[in-house]
């Protein structure tokens, strides 16, 4: 079953059924090229509506998953097919399944040396069958990146896992994607540390509740303000409803 595309404010959505992931994610390996998963949070979608590289690389990407409930509720809202919502963090370790149980292969990029290192040991040992080819460090100095783009395009992995330290985040790989050879990208800021053990990843009760901002906003209270983008949201989904054509 092909992946249909929805677009809501005019940015992109996919929807796509766990049970497809599978056969989602081989396809995906087979295409040639740079391919990209996006992650999508409703502040995502609002910033992509006004910051051209982000709009673009979501336009680009192969696959783009909703994680934010307030998606799922606006496509409703919209009288939208209904995306299926997706946690990044069970859904990469669901890709790194994938990957595992058919002999693929694994960059790492982002996060401080040890934590790196620790991700790695974690990653090999949760999946002994994934070959991880290559990793660097985020935070790096400008003058290293022609050598990381350099050592992605010769090893070609199947998927490069992107963490933090890249200022870029997810669109790191599309405004490089002339110079890689045949890889998938997917950037997620913990995901390194999570590997690591070093931060928790949020838990499944507190994403299918969609509650899932109210840990960020304990850790930096000035998070409250994001209330402000999410009230314009839904002025822009009564707009859509108002102006919508018959």
Known sequence: ?????????????????????????????????????????????????????????????????????????????????????????????????????HYKSLYLLGGRKKALLEAER?????????????????????????DIVSAIYKSCPALVLIGDGIAEKETWAFQRRNRFSSSTFVYSKDIINIFAKRTSHVSARTFERGLEIWPEIMHNPLKILLILPFIWYNVLLLWYKITKPA
């Open 1 to 101: 079953m092909a992946v249909e595309r929805i677009h809501l404010l005019k940015i992109p959505v996919d929807i796509l059924p766990p049970e497809d992931m599978e056969h989602e994610i081989l396809a995906l390996l087979e295409k040639p090229g740079t391919k990209q998963i996006v992650f999508l949070s409703v502040w995502d979608l609002l910033k992509a509506r006004k910051n051209q590289k982000l709009n673009e690389c979501i336009r680009n990407a192969d696959l783009v998953l909703p994680l934010s409930k307030s998606i799922i509720k606006g496509a409703s809202f919209l009288h939208l097919p209904i995306p299926v919502r997706y946690n990044p963090f069970s859904a990469i370790i669901s890709f790194l399944s994938v990957l595992d149980s």
């Open 122 to 146: 974690n990653v090999h040992v949760t999946f002994p069958n994934l070959q991880i080819i290559g990793r660097f460090v985020g935070y790096y100095p400008k003058s290293m990146e022609p």
